[in-house]
């Protein structure tokens, strides 16, 4: 019986880790609410860890939010992403934690990575501007992990999702992501009967999107890898992994594929004076591939699942 911690327990991809991993009979789950256990604080985290024996950690804890959030409050952002993964690691390797992964974000590659994004294109290139303070902190989450390996011989590893959706979404009518506004979207539309639905842009970007238990199933995944099946596919100061479909579709396929999945039958309209953003986002997951693990949801089948999850627990976000 090993003793996991997983921080950051309520998060979306935090809640999929839980529900994998309480169905394994070899594992005991340690979990705290923030109200139990500050993670920006130092010496909290770090009496937690000295009182409890913990095996492994999946370190999912992190403040995340939209562009309008990492605009407004960048200090936030850079601040409290470092100090909750700094504390955890180093108290983790004070109390001789040999496992760890760290979850971080593909808004770590350049701006201007070339499509996809592959592991190497990391610190190649200027970052986006609206995400850069969380995107800094994730990388230094990267670097903790692989300084630790290579000064201690700690075995902390990293992966890095593509944009991420399923159960626990923020469905938040204004500030919420691009899949749960749409699924919310338009199956309030399809409930009143709207004769068309608007959306921005032209369509034509082209996004990748993984169902967070998906995301869930790889971290497990790569966290239990044999030590030298890592390695193998890794490298000491290149050590994270990209996780996602490796498929990705247009915006236009997205939101009809949304309007389906909610029955929604109306018309929908583009907008085309509305930005369309970068024209591609596509993450490399060949060293994944390599390692053994292929995502189950294709986008329709999770777009149903998700959908399913937010009609379940739609009171909760009304308002």
């Given at each position: 019986m090993k003793t996991v911690f997983v921080a950051g327990h309520r998060g979306m991809v935090g809640a999929a880790l839980v529900r994998q991993l309480e169905k394994r009979s070899d594992v005991q789950l340690i979990t705290r609410a923030r109200s139990e256990l500050d993670l920006v604080n130092q010496s909290d985290v770090s009496a937690f860890f000295a009182e409890n024996k913990i095996d492994e950690v999946y370190l999912a804890a992190a403040k995340v939010?939209?562009?309008?959030?990492?605009n407004t409050y960048p200090a936030e952002f850079i601040y409290e992403n470092l100090m909750i993964e700094a504390n955890i690691i180093n108290s983790a390797h004070a109390q001789g934690v040999q496992k760890l992964l760290f979850l971080g974000s593909s808004c770590i590659y350049p701006k201007l990575a070339q499509q996809p994004m592959t592991e190497n294109a990391l610190l190649t290139g200027t970052l986006e501007?609206?995400?850069?303070?969380?995107?800094?902190?994730?990388?230094?989450?990267?670097?903790?992990?692989?300084?630790?390996?290579?000064?201690?011989?700690?075995?902390y590893r990293s992966v890095m999702p593509t944009n991420l959706y399923g159960?626990?979404?923020?469905?938040?009518?204004?500030n919420s992501h691009v899949i749960p506004?749409?699924?919310?979207?338009?199956?309030?539309?399809a409930q009143r009967g709207d004769k068309e639905v608007v959306a921005w842009g032209s369509g034509k970007p082209m996004r990748e999107f993984l169902h967070v238990d998906d995301m869930a199933?790889?971290?497990?995944?790569?966290?239990?890898?044999g030590t030298q099946t890592y390695?193998?596919?890794?490298?000491?100061r290149l050590s994270h992994i990209n996780v996602g479909t490796g498929v990705d579709c247009t915006i236009k396929e997205l939101v009809e594929?949304?309007?389906?999945?909610?029955?929604?039958?109306?018309?929908?309209?583009w907008d085309t004076s509305k930005p369309d953003g970068a024209p591609r986002k596509l993450m490399d997951v060949s060293r994944?591939?390599?390692?053994?693990?292929?995502?189950?949801?294709?986008?329709?089948?999770?777009l149903k699942h998700a959908f399913d999850w937010f009609i379940d627990n739609q009171d909760s976000f009304r308002g």
């Open positions: 939010g939209g562009i309008h959030a990492n501007e609206t995400n850069e303070p969380y995107a800094i902190a994730k990388i230094a989450g990267i670097k903790l992990c692989e300084s630790y390996n290579r000064q201690y011989g700690r075995d159960p626990n979404d923020n469905f938040h009518p204004e506004a749409l699924l919310r979207r338009f199956h309030e539309a199933a790889a971290s497990i995944h790569v966290m239990e890898l390695e193998a596919n890794t490298q000491p594929t949304v309007a389906k999945v909610t029955g929604y039958t109306g018309t929908i309209v994944l591939h390599a390692l053994g693990w292929k995502h189950t949801y294709n986008l329709e089948s999770g």
